[in-house]
């Protein structure tokens, strides 16, 4: 039978394991955009239940246990790949709590309700990944179970069962078989699976090969504690929002022009009965007197980026502080990485924006902090990336307030989602109305390869300039310039009307200007092409298509 702190241990041993070889994990993923990639993520989420485990004494039930990793995993977990790893686990220990001891039974049925609850969360399920591997471990290590209750010889089979559905992954999954890979997830999940095994059948503990286990926390903790020096991001001092009601047919398209002559970041929304303006500039006034002449003025507000900059450069930040949900209020928390985009997030109306995206996926505990701290009775989250979502999921349950997840993969889809709030109308048919706008944004990005790869018999070297639309790969090009122009082409039609081009790190300020200007006046000659420094990290450019 295993006892708690054996169960401790071997959880701990199966931690380390994956951290060990977390880099051998990333390198099989097939994609080469920059990710938060599969190891990494499935370690960082490991590592937060081996913090709170090795808190404990050695006269601790298997049940408790089992329910003190399931809840820092859940809590620490990060990237699709992490968040299922901690629904494994959450469901393992659904099976064994209120057990002293656990026999090979036990652990098989335990893994069962874990591959149950995993296949629930995910909206798809698909066949070829971790998900595979999780299923055939419990199917023969019950089947193991039924012969003999013995742990150890269950736990063997589980294992083995794990690597020989590994070995298959790449026949139910075409893409691996091209790239003669097996799946990440599941090599991961196998890796976790043996570290274990080396304690309950042997009584090692597998050792970390690293001192500084928290480093990838760390990095994070580094990236949210970096604060540009104001003066270098910020021309105009007011961030200025307003709302008017039409009443009048006067051209919004004029407005948006007089609003680029005296700022930047200038975003107008035309809908059918209101105008909302968003811009930053120094002579705030006129830009209301401007939007007066459209209707009448629904609602203000204008703020100092200087000034709410030297406090944020006072110091590094600190930790979120949990506030009371004022009952009615609706707030909005965001993710996003680059100095412009959080503080375009902010501008938009989030009381709290994750530090976080591409290659730094938060964890579910990162944004349910920021839920806790955002003074409302319902809270929508706005992920901005595919692979935050399901992270962001989790947290429903966790807050003391109503979480509304809208699935937005990418910050225009985010970006729209916000502009789209309407206060008069009630939390889910905001829910539904955002979505579907956000849904309807085009979405471009210029990267990079981060690893050599054949993608669509198409071989990418290392280093390579990317085009993506909608998150699929493209094209890819030698310059970032001549990618920016390739994918404009590819997305702006006809119908196109509204087009935001972000640039980020590494992109000068007149760089960008001139990749404005020439899709203003050689692709798009009739839209109005507006620019945004988001300052994000991965993507040179965002492009914007509505």
Same mark, same amino acid.
């Given at each position: 039978?295993?006892?708690?702190?054996?169960?401790? @241990?071997?959880?701990?041993?199966?931690?380390?394991?994956?951290?060990?070889?977390?880099?051998? !994990?990333?390198?099989?993923?097939?994609?080469?955009?920059?990710?938060?990639?599969?190891?990494?993520?499935?370690?960082?989420?490991?590592? /937060?239940?081996?913090?709170?485990?090795?808190?404990?004494?050695?006269?601790?039930?298997?049940?408790?246990?089992?329910?003190?990793?399931?809840?820092?995993?859940?809590?620490?977990?990060?990237?699709?790949? #992490?968040?299922?790893?901690?629904?494994?686990?959450? #469901?393992?220990?659904?099976?064994?709590?209120?057990?002293?001891?656990?026999?090979?039974?036990?652990?098989?049925?335990?893994?069962?309700?874990?591959?149950?609850?995993?296949?629930?969360?995910?909206?798809?399920?698909?066949?070829?990944?971790?998900?595979?591997?999780?299923?055939?471990?419990?199917?023969?290590?019950?089947?193991?179970?039924?012969?003999?209750?013995?742990?150890?010889?269950?736990?063997?089979?589980?294992?083995?069962?794990? =690597?020989? /559905?590994? $070995?298959?992954?790449?026949?139910?999954?075409?893409?691996?078989?091209?790239?003669?890979?097996?799946?990440? %997830?599941?090599?991961?999940?196998?890796?976790?699976?043996?570290?274990?095994?080396?304690?309950?059948?042997?009584?090692?503990?597998?050792?970390?090969?690293?001192?500084?286990?928290?480093?990838?926390?760390?990095?994070?903790?580094?990236?949210?504690?970096?604060?540009?020096?104001?003066?270098?991001?910020?021309?105009?001092?007011?961030?200025?929002?307003?709302?008017?009601?039409?009443?009048?047919?006067?051209?919004?398209?004029?407005?948006?022009?007089?609003?680029?002559?005296?700022?930047?970041?200038?975003? !107008?929304?035309?809908? @059918?009965?209101?105008?909302?303006?968003?811009?930053?500039?120094?002579?705030?006034?006129?830009?209301?007197?401007?939007?007066?002449?459209?209707?009448?003025?629904?609602? *203000?507000?204008?703020?100092?980026?200087?000034?709410?900059? $030297? *406090?944020?450069?006072?110091?590094?930040?600190?930790?979120?502080?949990?506030?009371?949900?004022?009952?009615?209020?609706?707030?909005? !928390?965001?993710?996003?990485?680059?100095?412009?985009?959080?503080?375009?997030?902010?501008?938009?109306?989030?009381?709290?924006?994750?530090?976080?995206?591409?290659?730094?996926?938060?964890?579910? =505990? @990162?944004?349910?902090?920021?839920?806790?701290?955002? /003074?409302?009775?319902?809270?929508?989250?706005?992920?901005?990336?595919?692979?935050?979502?399901?992270?962001?999921?989790?947290?429903?349950?966790?807050?003391?307030?109503?979480?509304?997840?809208?699935?937005?993969?990418?910050?225009?889809?985010?970006?729209?989602?916000?502009?789209? &709030?309407?206060?008069?109308?009630?939390?889910?048919?905001? /829910?539904?109305?955002?979505?579907?706008?956000?849904?309807?944004?085009?979405?471009?990005?210029?990267?990079?390869?981060?690893?050599?790869?054949?993608?669509?018999?198409?071989?990418?070297?290392?280093?390579?300039?990317?085009?993506?639309?909608?998150?699929?790969?493209? &094209?890819?090009?030698?310059?970032?310039?001549?990618?920016?122009?390739?994918?404009?082409?590819?997305?702006? #039609?006809?119908?196109?009307?509204?087009?935001?081009?972000?640039?980020?790190? %590494?992109?000068?300020?007149?760089?960008?200007?001139?990749?404005?200007?020439?899709?203003?006046?050689?692709?798009?000659?009739?839209?109005?092409?507006?620019?945004?420094?988001?300052?994000?990290?991965?993507?040179?450019?965002?492009?914007?298509? =509505?």
């Amino acid at each position: 039978m295993i006892k708690g702190s054996v169960l401790r @241990d071997a959880i701990i041993s199966g931690a380390n394991v994956i951290e060990n070889k977390k880099r051998s !994990v990333d390198e099989l993923n097939i994609f080469p955009v920059p990710d938060g990639d599969t190891g990494t993520n499935m370690s960082m989420t490991m590592a /937060a239940g081996r913090k709170e485990l090795m808190q404990l004494g050695d006269n601790e039930p298997v049940g408790t246990v089992a329910a003190k990793a399931a809840s820092a995993f859940l809590r620490g977990a990060r990237g699709n790949s #992490g968040v299922i790893t901690s629904l494994l686990f959450r #469901g393992f220990s659904k099976g064994l709590k209120g057990l002293e001891e656990a026999g090979g039974t036990d652990l098989a049925n335990a893994l069962t309700l874990g591959v149950e609850a995993a296949y629930k969360a995910v909206m798809k399920p698909t066949e070829g990944t971790i998900l595979t591997v999780a299923r055939v471990a419990a199917e023969r290590g019950r089947v193991a179970a039924s012969f003999d209750n013995d742990p150890n010889h269950v736990w063997d089979e589980i294992c083995n069962a794990a =690597e020989d /559905a590994l $070995e298959t992954t790449p026949e139910l999954l075409p893409v691996l078989k091209r790239a003669g890979v097996v799946d990440a %997830g599941g090599q991961g999940l196998c890796l976790i699976f043996r570290g274990m095994q080396s304690v309950f059948r042997d009584g090692i503990i597998a050792a970390s090969e690293t001192t500084d286990a928290a480093a990838p926390a760390g990095d994070v903790d580094s990236f949210k504690a970096t604060v540009a020096q104001f003066d270098e991001v910020i021309n105009f001092t007011y961030c200025t929002e307003f709302i008017v009601e039409k009443e009048n047919t006067n051209d919004p398209a004029k407005l948006r022009t007089f609003l680029e002559s005296i700022g930047d970041c200038v975003v !107008v929304v035309d809908d @059918d009965e209101i105008i909302k303006v968003h811009v930053h500039t120094n002579q705030p006034g006129e830009a209301i007197s401007k939007g007066l002449t459209y209707g009448s003025l629904i609602s *203000n507000k204008i703020e100092n980026m200087r000034k709410q900059h $030297e *406090n944020a450069g006072a110091g590094a930040p600190k930790k979120l502080e949990r506030v009371d949900p004022v009952e009615g209020a609706v707030g909005f !928390v965001a993710v996003a990485a680059g100095e412009g985009l959080v503080s375009l997030f902010h501008d938009l109306g989030c009381e709290n924006v994750v530090s976080g995206g591409q290659t730094m996926n938060p964890s579910t =505990e @990162d944004i349910l902090e920021a839920v806790q701290a955002t /003074a409302a009775s319902t809270v929508f989250v706005l992920p901005n990336n595919k692979n935050i979502i399901m992270a962001a999921e989790q947290a429903i349950p966790l807050a003391d307030r109503r979480v509304i997840v809208l699935p937005t993969r990418t910050i225009p889809q985010g970006l729209t989602a916000m502009l789209t &709030f309407n206060p008069d109308a009630n939390a889910d048919e905001n /829910a539904v109305d955002m979505f579907k706008a956000a849904e309807r944004v085009g979405t471009g990005q210029i990267t990079y390869a981060a690893r050599n790869s054949e993608f669509n018999d198409k071989k990418i070297k290392e280093g390579e300039i990317l085009g993506l639309v909608n998150g699929k790969l493209s &094209f890819t090009e030698k310059t970032r310039n001549k990618a920016i122009v390739k994918l404009a082409k590819q997305m702006v #039609g006809r119908d196109t009307s509204f087009i935001t081009l972000i640039y980020g790190e %590494g992109v000068t300020d007149e760089e960008a200007e001139e990749t404005r200007k020439f899709i203003e006046n050689k692709i798009a000659k009739n839209v109005e092409v507006t620019l945004v420094n988001g300052g994000q990290p991965v993507y040179y450019y965002i492009l914007s298509v =509505e």
